[in-house]
């Protein structure tokens, strides 16, 4: 071959190889840039009545109710949710024409059926924080077309409290259901019902509970109108601890100060009232880790700052007591002094009977 063709040759190759190598070695900012793939999201499973609203039946029973937390304001549940309603459509793919009145799904069987294969209620707690945990699954098909769903769950729920009248308050602990898709014109709550089951046997110490009330209402949201089921429960809470822990030493705290109408130097009848007082700072920052940080004052609260009052007006009662020595007017201090013995003890039963009347 000549010179020519060989340089001739040399051009080709040259100028194919570097288009070449771009092609089999792209550049790293190429390789950077994510693919999106369009996955089909799985179609729905047909609602049970189309054009008119599946009635459910929504059912909770009450196992325990504890860990009740009055600063945060939440509180612990273990139930059963159960949910009724009709799907003919379902029973016919599902339910064993050959088996018996009903065929059984339970665990993780059930929940794989449920929104993928057939239509369910999905149900969910909205007064719930950060979710609930279900133990046990079951799901029922029955032959003419009745669909049972059971579940046992534990979760951490909060309510508004009111804490007014605390420790001698009462509280409503509720549980709220709603469907997380579908709104009004798809799907309604009916016959509600509710039962303690367990929660009879195992009270809890420090509250007394009522019988559970159920309601059915309708609640709007951004994107139109929803069913809701509500179970509330009344609670009493057991104040015996905060009578025997702060009340009772809180008074006796109180009659200790008052007997310096019994001492004569002035130094003893200061160093008692500052102790009590000091003793009462304390009851007031115990007091404050007890509750959360609320715009009112609570029944305790009220009681520890009349508390307050009375102890500093006592420190003003003393002083006044010895300007009257300091100018020699002993007669008329020794009878205020006297005076000092049942005038304190009355007006304060007087501060705390308006006290209560205005928590109570």
Not at 122 to 130: H, R
Not at 218 to 233: F, Q
Not at 308 to 317: D, N, R, S
């Amino acid at each position: 071959m000549c010179r020519s063709h060989l340089v001739f040759v040399g051009a080709l190759l040259g100028s194919a190889l570097p288009a070449t190598l771009c092609l089999a070695q792209p550049d790293a900012e190429s390789l950077a840039v994510p693919v999106e793939i369009a996955v089909p999201a799985a179609p729905a499973p047909p609602h049970p009545a189309p054009g008119e609203p599946v009635t459910v039946q929504v059912k909770l029973a009450l196992n325990k109710v504890s860990e009740i937390d009055t600063v945060a304001e939440t509180y612990h549940v273990d139930a059963y949710l159960s949910a009724r309603w009709h799907d003919e459509a379902a029973a016919e793919l599902l339910w064993r024409p050959n088996g018996p009145e009903r065929t059984i799904f339970l665990g993780d069987g059930a929940i794989e059926l449920l929104g993928r294969t057939i239509w369910w209620p999905d149900l969910e707690l909205i007064n719930t924080v950060g979710g609930r945990d279900r133990t046990a699954t079951r799901l029922e098909v029955f032959e003419d077309g009745k669909m049972l769903y059971t579940e046992r769950f534990q979760a951490e729920l909060s309510s508004n409290m009111d804490f007014r009248r605390y420790p001698f308050d009462e509280q409503s602990f509720g549980i709220l259901v709603e469907s997380y898709t579908y709104r009004e014109e798809d799907l309604v709550f009916d016959s509600p019902e509710a039962s303690l089951g367990h929660l009879r046997e195992t009270p809890s110490p420090d509250w007394q509970l009522g019988a559970p009330h159920t309601k059915v209402s309708r609640h709007e949201y951004g994107d139109g109108w929803y069913s809701r089921y509500s179970l509330t429960i009344d609670a009493v809470r057991m104040p015996g601890y905060f009578v025997w822990q702060v009340f009772l030493p809180l008074f006796l705290i109180l009659g200790a100060s008052w007997t310096v109408f019994w001492l004569s130097e002035m130094s003893d009848k200061i160093g008692v009232a500052f102790t009590c007082m000091l003793t009462l700072v304390a009851f007031n920052f115990y007091t404050a880790t007890l509750l959360p940080q609320l715009p009112y004052n609570t029944f305790i609260e009220a009681v520890v700052i009349s508390s307050y009052v009375a102890t500093f007006l006592l420190i003003g009662y003393i002083l006044f007591g010895e300007c009257l020595l300091t100018k020699g007017k002993e007669a008329k201090a020794a009878r205020l002094q006297r005076a000092g013995r049942w005038l304190f003890p009355v007006g304060y039963a007087v501060s705390l009977a308006l006290t209560t009347l205005r928590f109570f």
